[in-house]
């Protein structure tokens, strides 16, 4: 429910100039550039994470939803902070290596809480949303990698 209502009013942003300019004020700091005229990264997250939360079991769900979450974050701050060199259009080197790190140190606090994975299952899914979230896919990468991560992981 709470995900929805995130939606739309992020839709609401868009499209209500009253609603527009109380969210520009407010969070406006927070948003990329591509972000004033789309649905925010946040949204796309949301999204991206009920749908994996409906389509594969609880310990799957948990792993793919925190490497986007934790390794998204890492990559933002390296690699919109540090140059590097560019690998597709906005992926950076430092920015991948960053969600890499950041999504394996996930694999691993998740295997030493829960201890419901196999480490080895945790790092492949730590591997696979690494490479996703480099590549250029047509859908945004906070929606697409948890899902594509689930998949890959529910193969193992």
């Not at 992020?10 to 700091?29: C, M, P, Q, Y």
Request: net charge positive.
């Amino acid at each position: 429910m709470v995900c929805f209502a995130i939606v739309i009013v992020d839709f609401l942003r868009l499209h209500v100039n009253g609603i527009k300019e109380a969210f520009i004020l407010f969070f406006g700091s927070f948003l990329r550039r591509h972000e004033i005229r789309r649905l925010s990264g946040a949204s796309y997250l949301l999204l991206g994470c009920l749908i994996t939360s409906l389509l594969y079991s609880k310990p799957i769900v948990v792993a793919a939803c925190t490497y986007i979450i934790v390794g998204d974050t890492f990559a933002a701050i390296f690699g919109q902070n540090i140059k590097s060199r560019r690998i597709f259009q906005n992926k950076t080197v430092l920015g991948s290596v960053g969600f890499l790190a950041a999504s394996m140190a996930g694999a691993f606090v998740l295997h030493y809480l829960t201890g419901e994975l196999p480490l080895s299952f945790l790092v492949i899914g730590a591997l696979a949303a690494s490479v996703f979230e480099a590549l250029p896919l047509p859908l945004d990468d906070n929606f697409s990698v948890p899902i594509i991560t689930g998949f890959v992981m529910s193969l193992l």
